[in-house]
Protein backbone atom coordinates (compact mmCIF):
# COMPACT_ATOMS: atom_id res chain seq x y z
CA UNK A 1 0.00 0.00 0.00
CA UNK A 2 1.41 3.62 -1.26
CA UNK A 3 2.39 5.60 1.82
CA UNK A 4 0.26 8.69 2.48
CA UNK A 5 1.40 12.38 1.29
CA UNK A 6 2.67 13.99 4.06
CA UNK A 7 1.53 18.08 3.35
CA UNK A 8 2.82 21.47 5.41
CA UNK A 9 1.55 25.01 4.15
CA UNK A 10 2.89 27.93 2.84
CA UNK A 11 3.35 29.33 6.30
CA UNK A 12 4.89 26.09 8.05
CA UNK A 13 7.55 26.32 4.91
CA UNK A 14 8.37 30.02 5.92
CA UNK A 15 9.15 28.95 8.79
CA UNK A 16 12.70 27.11 7.24
CA UNK A 17 14.13 30.10 5.77
CA UNK A 18 17.94 30.31 7.28
CA UNK A 19 21.23 28.76 7.13
CA UNK A 20 21.07 25.24 9.09
CA UNK A 21 17.20 25.06 8.15
CA UNK A 22 16.51 26.40 4.91
CA UNK A 23 14.20 24.33 2.69
CA UNK A 24 12.37 25.56 -0.96
CA UNK A 25 9.49 24.17 -2.57
CA UNK A 26 9.95 23.56 -6.39
CA UNK A 27 6.38 22.49 -8.41
CA UNK A 28 4.46 21.15 -5.46
CA UNK A 29 7.40 19.41 -3.52
CA UNK A 30 9.42 20.67 -0.49
CA UNK A 31 13.17 20.10 -0.40
CA UNK A 32 16.01 20.37 2.25
CA UNK A 33 18.74 22.20 0.65
CA UNK A 34 20.34 22.77 4.15
CA UNK A 35 23.50 21.66 3.42
CA UNK A 36 23.62 22.22 -0.11
CA UNK A 37 23.57 25.61 0.54
CA UNK A 38 27.31 25.27 1.06
CA UNK A 39 28.41 23.39 -1.90
CA UNK A 40 25.60 25.75 -4.25
CA UNK A 41 27.45 26.18 -7.65
CA UNK A 42 25.60 29.84 -7.03
CA UNK A 43 26.75 30.44 -4.03
CA UNK A 44 24.50 30.49 -1.13
CA UNK A 45 22.87 34.08 -1.65
CA UNK A 46 20.23 32.83 -3.95
CA UNK A 47 18.88 29.79 -1.79
CA UNK A 48 19.32 32.13 0.88
CA UNK A 49 17.19 35.14 -0.40
CA UNK A 50 14.57 32.87 -1.40
CA UNK A 51 14.72 30.34 1.62
CA UNK A 52 11.26 29.49 2.80
CA UNK A 53 9.08 29.63 -0.07
CA UNK A 54 8.26 28.51 -3.83
CA UNK A 55 11.28 28.89 -5.62
CA UNK A 56 10.09 26.98 -8.89
CA UNK A 57 10.08 29.87 -11.50
CA UNK A 58 14.02 30.94 -10.28
CA UNK A 59 15.03 27.27 -10.46
CA UNK A 60 13.46 27.08 -14.25
CA UNK A 61 15.26 30.23 -14.96
CA UNK A 62 18.57 29.57 -14.27
CA UNK A 63 18.93 25.51 -14.23
CA UNK A 64 19.28 23.08 -17.81
CA UNK A 65 16.24 20.31 -17.23
CA UNK A 66 19.56 18.23 -16.84
CA UNK A 67 19.22 19.44 -13.40
CA UNK A 68 15.86 18.11 -12.28
CA UNK A 69 17.05 14.63 -11.62
CA UNK A 70 19.20 16.16 -8.61
CA UNK A 71 16.39 16.89 -6.67
CA UNK A 72 14.96 13.96 -5.84
CA UNK A 73 18.20 13.49 -2.83
CA UNK A 74 16.88 16.61 -1.18
CA UNK A 75 13.16 15.67 -0.94
CA UNK A 76 12.30 15.55 2.33
CA UNK A 77 9.19 13.41 1.73
CA UNK A 78 7.06 17.04 2.24
CA UNK A 79 4.15 18.52 -0.53
CA UNK A 80 3.27 22.12 0.01
CA UNK A 81 -0.59 21.66 0.73
CA UNK A 82 -1.81 24.97 -1.05
CA UNK A 83 0.80 25.44 -3.92
CA UNK A 84 -0.73 27.10 -6.66
CA UNK A 85 0.44 28.50 -9.85
CA UNK A 86 -0.69 31.64 -11.28
CA UNK A 87 -1.23 31.94 -15.11
CA UNK A 88 1.78 34.76 -15.84
CA UNK A 89 4.14 31.69 -14.22
CA UNK A 90 2.61 28.63 -16.46
CA UNK A 91 2.98 30.97 -19.14
CA UNK A 92 6.44 31.91 -18.45
CA UNK A 93 7.60 28.28 -17.78
CA UNK A 94 5.36 26.88 -21.24
CA UNK A 95 8.17 30.12 -23.13
CA UNK A 96 11.36 28.39 -21.16
CA UNK A 97 10.18 24.72 -21.81
CA UNK A 98 9.57 25.80 -25.73
CA UNK A 99 13.22 27.82 -25.93
CA UNK A 100 14.24 24.63 -24.79
CA UNK A 101 13.00 22.47 -27.18
CA UNK A 102 13.97 24.95 -30.11
CA UNK A 103 17.13 24.75 -28.82
CA UNK A 104 18.14 27.95 -28.08
CA UNK A 105 19.92 27.69 -25.23
CA UNK A 106 22.60 25.44 -26.80
CA UNK A 107 23.08 27.61 -30.08
CA UNK A 108 25.54 29.80 -29.11
CA UNK A 109 26.69 31.59 -32.08
CA UNK A 110 29.84 33.21 -32.49
CA UNK A 111 29.80 36.23 -30.90
CA UNK A 112 32.26 34.77 -27.74
CA UNK A 113 34.65 34.06 -30.50
CA UNK A 114 34.00 37.18 -32.45
CA UNK A 115 34.84 39.47 -29.08
CA UNK A 116 37.80 37.02 -28.13
CA UNK A 117 39.23 38.17 -31.77
CA UNK A 118 39.15 41.45 -31.10
CA UNK A 119 40.66 41.04 -27.77
CA UNK A 120 43.47 39.32 -29.95
CA UNK A 121 43.94 42.33 -31.74
CA UNK A 122 43.06 45.28 -29.61
CA UNK A 123 45.82 44.21 -26.41
CA UNK A 124 49.01 43.66 -28.72
CA UNK A 125 48.47 46.81 -30.19
CA UNK A 126 48.22 48.50 -27.28
CA UNK A 127 50.87 47.32 -25.94
CA UNK A 128 52.81 47.88 -29.35
CA UNK A 129 51.95 51.54 -29.40
CA UNK A 130 53.12 52.10 -25.77
CA UNK A 131 56.59 50.63 -26.01
CA UNK A 132 57.14 50.64 -29.33
CA UNK A 133 55.89 53.85 -30.44
CA UNK A 134 56.24 57.70 -29.55
CA UNK A 135 53.45 60.54 -29.20
CA UNK A 136 51.23 61.65 -26.89
CA UNK A 137 47.90 61.36 -28.45
CA UNK A 138 48.90 57.72 -30.05
CA UNK A 139 49.82 56.94 -26.67
CA UNK A 140 46.08 58.00 -25.86
CA UNK A 141 44.96 55.79 -28.39
CA UNK A 142 46.16 53.08 -26.89
CA UNK A 143 44.69 53.77 -23.41
CA UNK A 144 41.23 54.20 -25.55
CA UNK A 145 41.87 50.58 -27.10
CA UNK A 146 42.52 49.36 -23.23
CA UNK A 147 39.22 50.53 -22.29
CA UNK A 148 37.04 48.70 -25.06
CA UNK A 149 39.40 45.38 -24.47
CA UNK A 150 38.17 45.75 -20.74
CA UNK A 151 34.71 46.39 -22.15
CA UNK A 152 35.02 43.52 -24.30
CA UNK A 153 36.05 41.05 -21.37
CA UNK A 154 32.98 42.15 -19.13
CA UNK A 155 31.25 40.99 -22.04
CA UNK A 156 32.87 37.38 -21.88
CA UNK A 157 32.81 36.95 -17.99
CA UNK A 158 29.46 37.95 -17.93
CA UNK A 159 28.15 35.68 -20.20
CA UNK A 160 30.35 32.75 -18.61
CA UNK A 161 29.07 33.39 -15.74
CA UNK A 162 25.16 32.63 -17.04
CA UNK A 163 26.10 29.69 -19.17
CA UNK A 164 28.93 27.92 -20.49
CA UNK A 165 30.25 29.70 -23.64
CA UNK A 166 33.29 27.16 -24.33
CA UNK A 167 33.25 23.35 -25.06
CA UNK A 168 34.25 22.54 -21.61
CA UNK A 169 33.56 23.57 -18.19
CA UNK A 170 37.57 24.09 -17.66
CA UNK A 171 38.08 26.13 -20.82
CA UNK A 172 35.33 28.25 -19.58
CA UNK A 173 36.85 28.53 -16.27
CA UNK A 174 40.26 29.48 -17.84
CA UNK A 175 38.98 31.96 -20.61
CA UNK A 176 36.72 33.69 -17.10
CA UNK A 177 40.34 33.88 -15.13
CA UNK A 178 42.33 34.81 -18.17
CA UNK A 179 39.74 37.27 -19.77
CA UNK A 180 38.77 39.16 -15.99
CA UNK A 181 40.93 38.13 -13.48
CA UNK A 182 44.55 38.72 -15.83
CA UNK A 183 43.29 41.01 -18.25
CA UNK A 184 40.81 43.36 -16.43
CA UNK A 185 42.03 42.57 -12.57
CA UNK A 186 38.37 42.08 -11.40
CA UNK A 187 37.67 38.13 -10.00
CA UNK A 188 35.15 36.44 -11.82
CA UNK A 189 34.76 34.91 -8.35
CA UNK A 190 33.31 38.42 -7.19
CA UNK A 191 31.32 39.18 -9.96
CA UNK A 192 29.35 35.53 -9.63
CA UNK A 193 28.78 36.24 -6.23
CA UNK A 194 27.53 39.84 -6.71
CA UNK A 195 25.75 39.26 -9.90
CA UNK A 196 23.59 36.71 -8.76
CA UNK A 197 22.15 37.84 -5.77
CA UNK A 198 21.35 40.92 -8.56
CA UNK A 199 19.47 38.49 -10.90
CA UNK A 200 17.71 36.90 -7.47
CA UNK A 201 16.67 40.19 -6.17
CA UNK A 202 16.29 42.39 -8.88
CA UNK A 203 15.85 45.90 -7.60
CA UNK A 204 15.28 45.05 -3.86
CA UNK A 205 17.03 48.02 -2.46
CA UNK A 206 18.34 45.95 0.72
CA UNK A 207 18.98 42.75 -1.24
CA UNK A 208 20.42 43.79 -4.76
CA UNK A 209 23.62 44.96 -4.93
CA UNK A 210 23.49 46.33 -7.91
CA UNK A 211 21.65 49.05 -6.04
CA UNK A 212 23.56 49.80 -3.39
CA UNK A 213 26.08 52.25 -4.05
CA UNK A 214 25.94 54.42 -0.56
CA UNK A 215 27.26 57.33 0.10
CA UNK A 216 27.81 58.35 -4.00
CA UNK A 217 24.27 57.40 -5.27
CA UNK A 218 20.42 57.04 -4.24
CA UNK A 219 17.57 56.35 -6.70
CA UNK A 220 15.07 56.13 -3.89
CA UNK A 221 14.28 58.56 -0.61
CA UNK A 222 13.70 55.05 1.13
CA UNK A 223 17.85 54.99 1.45
CA UNK A 224 17.52 58.06 3.34
CA UNK A 225 16.30 55.86 6.28
CA UNK A 226 19.44 53.97 6.47
CA UNK A 227 18.62 50.81 5.14
CA UNK A 228 20.49 47.57 6.27
CA UNK A 229 22.02 45.58 2.82
CA UNK A 230 21.48 42.39 3.83
CA UNK A 231 24.38 41.55 1.10
CA UNK A 232 27.11 43.47 2.30
CA UNK A 233 25.69 43.30 5.78
CA UNK A 234 26.06 46.61 7.22
CA UNK A 235 23.78 49.47 7.16
CA UNK A 236 24.37 52.08 4.26
CA UNK A 237 24.02 54.88 6.81
CA UNK A 238 22.36 58.39 5.41
CA UNK A 239 24.36 60.47 7.17
CA UNK A 240 25.75 64.28 6.71
CA UNK A 241 28.55 62.80 3.80
CA UNK A 242 25.90 60.57 2.06
CA UNK A 243 23.74 63.87 1.83
CA UNK A 244 26.24 65.94 0.57
CA UNK A 245 27.39 63.71 -2.32
CA UNK A 246 23.82 62.52 -3.17
CA UNK A 247 22.87 65.83 -3.17
CA UNK A 248 24.55 66.28 -6.05
CA UNK A 249 24.32 62.73 -7.67
CA UNK A 250 22.86 64.05 -10.80
CA UNK A 251 26.29 66.15 -11.59
CA UNK A 252 28.52 63.54 -10.39
CA UNK A 253 26.91 60.51 -12.00
CA UNK A 254 29.28 60.06 -15.10
CA UNK A 255 32.60 61.37 -13.24
CA UNK A 256 32.31 58.66 -10.85
CA UNK A 257 31.03 56.34 -13.41
CA UNK A 258 34.43 57.04 -15.41
CA UNK A 259 36.46 55.83 -12.14
CA UNK A 260 33.57 52.91 -10.78
CA UNK A 261 36.18 50.53 -11.99
CA UNK A 262 38.45 51.48 -8.48
CA UNK A 263 35.26 49.91 -6.94
CA UNK A 264 35.75 46.75 -8.42
CA UNK A 265 39.28 46.09 -7.79
CA UNK A 266 39.04 47.24 -4.60
CA UNK A 267 35.73 44.61 -3.77
CA UNK A 268 37.66 42.11 -6.11
CA UNK A 269 40.84 42.04 -3.25
CA UNK A 270 38.40 42.58 -0.42
CA UNK A 271 36.62 38.92 -1.08
CA UNK A 272 39.54 37.12 -1.93
CA UNK A 273 41.04 38.28 1.03
CA UNK A 274 38.33 38.17 2.84
CA UNK A 275 37.05 34.75 5.29
CA UNK A 276 34.38 33.80 2.67
CA UNK A 277 34.50 30.62 1.14
CA UNK A 278 35.30 31.58 -2.08
CA UNK A 279 35.94 28.82 -5.41
CA UNK A 280 39.27 28.63 -6.71
CA UNK A 281 40.70 31.44 -4.21
CA UNK A 282 44.37 30.51 -5.42
CA UNK A 283 43.63 31.04 -9.39
CA UNK A 284 41.59 34.10 -8.16
CA UNK A 285 44.27 36.16 -6.81
CA UNK A 286 47.14 34.30 -9.30
CA UNK A 287 45.17 35.79 -12.05
CA UNK A 288 44.41 39.54 -10.27
CA UNK A 289 48.49 39.28 -9.33
CA UNK A 290 48.74 38.81 -13.56
CA UNK A 291 46.56 42.46 -13.98
CA UNK A 292 48.66 44.24 -11.26
CA UNK A 293 52.36 43.20 -12.93
CA UNK A 294 51.66 44.21 -16.29
CA UNK A 295 49.22 46.70 -16.10
CA UNK A 296 51.58 49.12 -14.08
CA UNK A 297 54.81 47.59 -15.85
CA UNK A 298 52.95 48.86 -19.26
CA UNK A 299 51.87 51.78 -17.66
CA UNK A 300 55.64 52.65 -16.91
CA UNK A 301 56.69 52.51 -19.99
CA UNK A 302 55.00 55.56 -20.92
CA UNK A 303 57.76 58.98 -21.27
CA UNK A 304 56.88 60.50 -18.11
CA UNK A 305 54.36 60.77 -15.06
CA UNK A 306 51.64 63.48 -16.88
CA UNK A 307 51.35 60.55 -19.98
CA UNK A 308 51.04 57.88 -17.49
CA UNK A 309 47.92 59.23 -15.11
CA UNK A 310 46.52 60.34 -18.32
CA UNK A 311 46.79 57.06 -19.78
CA UNK A 312 44.86 55.20 -16.72
CA UNK A 313 42.41 58.00 -16.81
CA UNK A 314 41.54 57.47 -20.68
CA UNK A 315 41.39 53.94 -20.14
CA UNK A 316 39.22 54.06 -16.81
CA UNK A 317 36.95 56.32 -18.70
CA UNK A 318 36.93 54.64 -21.91
CA UNK A 319 35.43 51.56 -20.04
CA UNK A 320 33.09 53.46 -17.92
CA UNK A 321 31.04 53.12 -20.59
CA UNK A 322 30.39 50.12 -19.67
CA UNK A 323 29.53 50.91 -16.21
CA UNK A 324 27.12 53.37 -17.35
CA UNK A 325 25.05 50.49 -19.29
CA UNK A 326 24.94 48.34 -15.95
CA UNK A 327 23.37 51.39 -14.65
CA UNK A 328 20.51 52.38 -17.23
CA UNK A 329 18.94 48.91 -17.35
CA UNK A 330 17.61 49.44 -13.51
CA UNK A 331 18.39 52.53 -11.77
CA UNK A 332 14.77 54.22 -13.46
CA UNK A 333 12.89 50.80 -12.83
CA UNK A 334 10.42 50.12 -10.30
CA UNK A 335 12.11 49.46 -7.02
CA UNK A 336 10.74 47.72 -3.85
CA UNK A 337 12.25 46.95 -0.19
CA UNK A 338 12.33 43.65 1.24
CA UNK A 339 13.43 40.03 0.13
CA UNK A 340 12.69 38.51 -3.78
CA UNK A 341 9.46 36.50 -3.81
CA UNK A 342 9.29 33.05 -5.63
CA UNK A 343 5.88 33.91 -6.63
CA UNK A 344 6.50 37.14 -8.59
CA UNK A 345 9.76 36.28 -10.32
CA UNK A 346 8.10 37.17 -13.43
CA UNK A 347 6.59 40.44 -12.58
CA UNK A 348 9.38 41.38 -10.52
CA UNK A 349 11.82 41.01 -13.21
CA UNK A 350 9.99 43.03 -15.87
CA UNK A 351 9.16 45.69 -13.71
CA UNK A 352 13.11 45.68 -12.56
CA UNK A 353 14.38 46.11 -15.84
CA UNK A 354 14.56 48.73 -18.93
CA UNK A 355 15.59 47.44 -22.16
CA UNK A 356 17.50 49.79 -24.84
CA UNK A 357 16.13 49.96 -28.13
CA UNK A 358 18.75 49.66 -31.23
CA UNK A 359 19.17 48.45 -34.48
CA UNK A 360 20.79 44.84 -34.80
CA UNK A 361 23.63 46.37 -35.83
CA UNK A 362 25.21 47.68 -32.49
CA UNK A 363 24.15 44.93 -30.36
CA UNK A 364 27.95 44.46 -30.25
CA UNK A 365 28.08 47.90 -28.18
CA UNK A 366 25.62 46.99 -25.61
CA UNK A 367 26.83 43.68 -25.16
CA UNK A 368 23.24 41.51 -24.51
CA UNK A 369 22.27 44.44 -21.85
CA UNK A 370 20.17 46.25 -24.54
CA UNK A 371 17.77 42.97 -23.87
CA UNK A 372 17.77 43.28 -20.33
CA UNK A 373 14.18 41.63 -19.54
CA UNK A 374 14.90 38.97 -21.69
CA UNK A 375 18.31 38.31 -20.07
CA UNK A 376 16.73 38.61 -16.72
CA UNK A 377 13.29 36.00 -17.62
CA UNK A 378 16.29 33.73 -18.80
CA UNK A 379 19.81 33.79 -18.05
CA UNK A 380 21.28 31.04 -19.68
CA UNK A 381 20.18 32.11 -23.25
CA UNK A 382 23.18 33.16 -25.12
CA UNK A 383 23.50 36.98 -26.06
CA UNK A 384 22.40 36.19 -30.14
CA UNK A 385 19.36 34.45 -28.93
CA UNK A 386 18.17 37.24 -26.88
CA UNK A 387 17.05 39.51 -29.87
CA UNK A 388 14.93 36.30 -31.45
CA UNK A 389 13.48 35.69 -28.18
CA UNK A 390 12.38 39.65 -27.18
CA UNK A 391 9.20 39.79 -29.17
CA UNK A 392 7.56 37.18 -27.26
CA UNK A 393 8.65 38.26 -23.89
CA UNK A 394 6.56 41.33 -24.67
CA UNK A 395 3.63 39.49 -25.86
CA UNK A 396 3.24 37.32 -22.82
CA UNK A 397 3.74 40.90 -21.11
CA UNK A 398 1.05 42.68 -23.06
CA UNK A 399 -1.31 39.36 -22.56
CA UNK A 400 -1.19 39.97 -18.39
CA UNK A 401 -0.74 43.29 -18.73
CA UNK A 402 2.26 44.17 -17.06
CA UNK A 403 4.96 47.05 -18.05
CA UNK A 404 7.09 45.85 -20.56
CA UNK A 405 9.76 49.15 -20.48
CA UNK A 406 11.82 50.58 -23.09
CA UNK A 407 13.91 53.11 -24.44
CA UNK A 408 16.60 54.72 -26.61
CA UNK A 409 20.26 54.74 -25.40
CA UNK A 410 19.84 58.87 -24.58
CA UNK A 411 16.56 58.57 -23.26
CA UNK A 412 17.47 55.74 -20.95
CA UNK A 413 20.37 58.22 -20.13
CA UNK A 414 18.15 60.96 -19.53
CA UNK A 415 15.73 58.90 -17.53
CA UNK A 416 18.57 57.57 -15.01
CA UNK A 417 19.40 61.19 -14.72
CA UNK A 418 16.23 62.09 -13.68
CA UNK A 419 16.17 59.75 -11.39
CA UNK A 420 19.26 60.30 -9.52
CA UNK A 421 18.33 64.23 -9.47
CA UNK A 422 14.91 63.70 -8.09
CA UNK A 423 16.21 61.67 -5.07
CA UNK A 424 18.95 64.70 -5.02
CA UNK A 425 16.27 66.81 -4.28
CA UNK A 426 14.66 65.23 -1.82
CA UNK A 427 17.96 64.65 0.50
CA UNK A 428 18.12 68.61 0.17
CA UNK A 429 15.45 68.52 2.39
CA UNK A 430 16.71 69.93 5.72
CA UNK A 431 13.45 68.53 7.45
CA UNK A 432 14.75 65.10 7.71
CA UNK A 433 17.72 65.93 9.91
CA UNK A 434 21.04 64.23 10.07
CA UNK A 435 24.31 64.38 11.76
CA UNK A 436 26.12 67.43 11.13
CA UNK A 437 29.19 67.67 8.75
CA UNK A 438 31.03 70.58 8.14
CA UNK A 439 31.57 70.20 4.70
CA UNK A 440 27.36 70.09 4.37
CA UNK A 441 27.45 73.01 6.22
CA UNK A 442 29.80 75.28 4.49
CA UNK A 443 28.63 74.57 0.92
CA UNK A 444 25.19 74.84 1.62
CA UNK A 445 24.97 78.22 3.67
CA UNK A 446 22.66 81.13 2.78
CA UNK A 447 22.71 84.30 3.94
Request: glycine residues 6%.
Amino acid sequence: MAEAKRYITSEELKAHNKSGDLWISIQGKVYDVSEWVNHHPGGELPLLNLAGQDATDAFVAYHPGTAWQFLDKFFNGFYLKDYSVSQVSKDYRKLVYEFSKMGLFEKKGHGVFISMCFMAVMFPLSVYGVVCCEGFWLHLLCAALMGFLWIQSGWIGHDSGHYQVMLTPKLNRFVQILSGNCLAGISIGWWKWNHNAHHIACNSLDYDPDLQHMPFFAVSSKFFNSLTSCFYDRTMYFDSVSRFLVSNQHWTFYPVMCFARINLFAQSIILLLSKRKVPHRVQELFGLLVFWIWYPLLVSCLPNWMERVMFVVVSFSVTGIQHVQFCLNHFSSSIYVGPPSGNDWFEKQTGGTLDIECSSWMDWFHGGLQFQVAHHLFPRLPRCQLRKVSPFVKELCKKHGLPYSSATFLQANAMTIRTLRNAALQARDFTKPVPKNLVWEAVNTHG
